[in-house]
């Protein structure tokens, strides 16, 4: 992946311009120490930095446009060594320092031993020693309601978590009304309950109170501003980071030793990484919070597939949503089925008997109490172009991209819906897979490996959220495998994501149709051991119905070739 670590690298090296700034506190005067460093490590970043600044009488006195001093890591144990490159950065505040920074992954786990060596004068040395903690992925629980605050659980196994980040994906900005933008909402130490149970870390995040308070004090309540979805980043780190829970005391952080793991300097230098996870409130947790959320409060709940004789339902929020009186039909609402009182968890299916079936350009409505409709499923009207499956929706569960028509008469389609398997109260799975995700990288240069399942495969594009999938450049595919490599644009989270394979398909269209382009395999992917890779093994999906079957972590990267096992590659060279 190509991400840079040292998002919180400035707020470390804070630390050292509270000395510089304080009148009664100087950690840098007097001393025989070389330097003091501040950074971190990230496992899931492909190039770390690190603050050091040489003890000159103040670190403000730090003005030299090159450091007389060279910076290594190694991992102990195994051996590997990388040498950092120096830059002479200007602070926001129009202060000046260095920063030496490695195009490097830390490898999760490793111990790793930071060394800066004086290059002039007596050649001192100064080091750090770092734990580097394992990769792993936060989870989202249900919430609680106290006194109308929502409150979200997230769960992560880590050595220790440090706290988190609260980001909101929006629309309608001010100053970018069409643009997705990301908000970065404050919650102070004492604001975010942390408890650990084990190595099981649990984050309660007061979304509603936070969201609230923030976009108020920011002018954004009740502007109009559209939640696309919300993000909770919990800071995942070894033991050794251990600030207490209400946070760092700005008067005894300054104190020579005080929080440092550093020999024959001062400062800190840590191991940490992010854990991410998205979800999607319901839509009265967003208009409480002060979104503008139009329609029901059950506009999360998605026809999500429809067969012969019945429609399934899904939620795709994570919140519990009331339905009864609600009404399913393929025409007008007193034609369809009305629910009886039925409460349909967050994530959850319900299916519906009645009399419905998979007819072209027919569209199945859930409406409400009133009468309005809540979401609707299209059935194309090209349904004959390709294999027609017993069973028609939404593939992955709940998501939609509509496309215009290309041309007068053209309905257009759904980059998301089309035949699928029949799957009632299950996920569903598509009917037709012309290519699959074969195999992820995401280590160093990560790539992704596209495999042909079928002769009519035309072109694919990969994406690793379903907004602006659609935008997704298209590649000719020529042989069996295809590969992507990532790019500035194309990023692939060392800590997991999703991605998504968008396939245009079939024969050659008659005058007046297109080809299918649709969604037809969606994959998420863990944390990867380094130098390993996940996949197919055999290559290939082996069954339709089972996406999870023959595929495997801990392989050696194959990268447009047949995957194997790691034991079986080992034997192999042999």
């Not at 600030?243 to 230098?269: M, Q, R, Y």
């Not at 997704?472 to 692939?492: I, K, N, R, Y």
Request: proline fraction near 9%; include cysteine.
């Amino acid at each position: 992946m190509l991400r840079t670590a040292p998002r919180l690298l400035l707020g470390l090296a804070a630390l050292a311009f509270l000395g510089a700034c304080s009148d009664s506190v100087d950690p840098t005067l007097g001393t025989e120490q070389a330097f003091s460093l501040y950074g971190y490590l990230d496992p899931s970043a492909d190039r770390q930095a690190l603050r050091v600044a040489p003890i000159v009488g103040t670190i403000v006195a730090d003005t030299a446009r090159t450091l007389a001093a060279t910076v290594t890591s190694e991992e102990l144990g195994t051996g590997r060594t990388v040498a950092w490159r120096d830059s002479f950065v200007t602070y926001r505040d129009g202060s000046t320092g260095h920063v030496f920074v490695a195009d490097y992954t830390p490898t999760p786990g490793a111990t790793v031993e930071v060394r800066v060596a004086e290059t002039t004068g007596e050649g001192r040395v100064t080091t750090a020693t770092v734990e580097v903690p394992p990769l792993t992925q936060s989870a989202i629980g249900e919430p609680t309601v106290v006194a109308g605050m929502t409150t979200y659980t997230v769960t992560v196994r880590a050595p220790r978590v440090i706290g988190g980040t609260l980001r909101l994906f929006v629309t309608g900005l001010p100053s970018a009304p069409a643009d997705t933008s990301a908000l970065v909402v404050p919650i102070e130490p004492g604001e975010l309950e942390l408890t650990d149970r084990g190595g099981e870390w649990t984050a309660r995040v007061p979304f509603l109170e936070a969201t609230r308070d923030f976009l108020e004090a920011e002018d954004l309540f009740g502007v109009g501003l559209t939640l696309v979805e919300a993000e909770f980043a919990p800071f995942v780190t070894s033991t050794a980071w251990a600030i207490p829970p209400d946070g760092l005391d700005d008067d005894a952080i300054v104190e020579p030793g005080t929080f440092s793991n550093v020999v024959g300097g001062f400062g800190f230098v840590g191991s940490g990484f992010e854990a991410p996870v998205r979800w999607v409130p319901s839509p009265g947790t967003q208009a409480r919070a002060g979104f503008a959320v139009e329609g029901d409060p059950a506009g999360l709940v998605v026809v999500n597939e429809v067969g012969t004789g019945f429609v399934e339902l899904y939620n795709s929020s994570i919140e519990p949503v009331s339905l009864g009186g609600y009404a399913v039909s393929a025409g007008a609402p007193e034609a369809g089925v009305r629910l009886p009182p039925t409460i349909l968890d967050g994530k959850a299916f319900l299916v519906i008997e009645g009399p419905f079936s998979v007819t072209a350009s027919t569209t199945i409505t859930l409406t409400n109490l009133s009468g309005q409709e809540v979401h609707r499923l299209y059935i194309d009207q090209d349904i004959n172009a390709e294999p027609r499956g017993p069973a028609w929706g939404s593939y992955p569960d709940g998501l939609s991209a509509p496309i215009r028509g290309a041309f007068p008469g053209d309905d257009g389609h759904d980059l998301f819906h089309g035949p699928l398997l029949l799957t009632p109260g299950a996920p569903n799975r598509p009917y037709t897979v012309p290519a699959v995700i074969n195999e992820i990288s995401t280590s160093g240069d990560g790539f992704v490996e596209v495999l042909r399942q079928s002769s009519l495969l035309a072109r694919v594009s990969l994406g690793t959220t379903p907004r602006n999938l659609g935008l997704a450049e298209a590649t000719q595919v020529e042989g069996d495998f295809f590969v992507a490599d990532e790019t500035e644009h194309f990023e692939l989270e060392q800590t997991g994501g999703t991605l998504y394979l968008l396939a245009t398909y079939g024969p050659r269209p008659d005058p007046g149709q297109t080809r299918p382009r649709r969604v037809v395999d969606a994959r998420a992917y863990g944390p990867q051991s380094p130098g390993r890779s996940v996949g197919f093994v055999p290559d290939g999906l082996a069954d339709p119905r089972d996406s999870d079957r023959g595929w495997q972590v801990d392989l050696f990267p194959t990268r447009g070739r047949p995957n194997a096992a790691s034991g079986r590659l080992a034997t192999r060279s042999e």
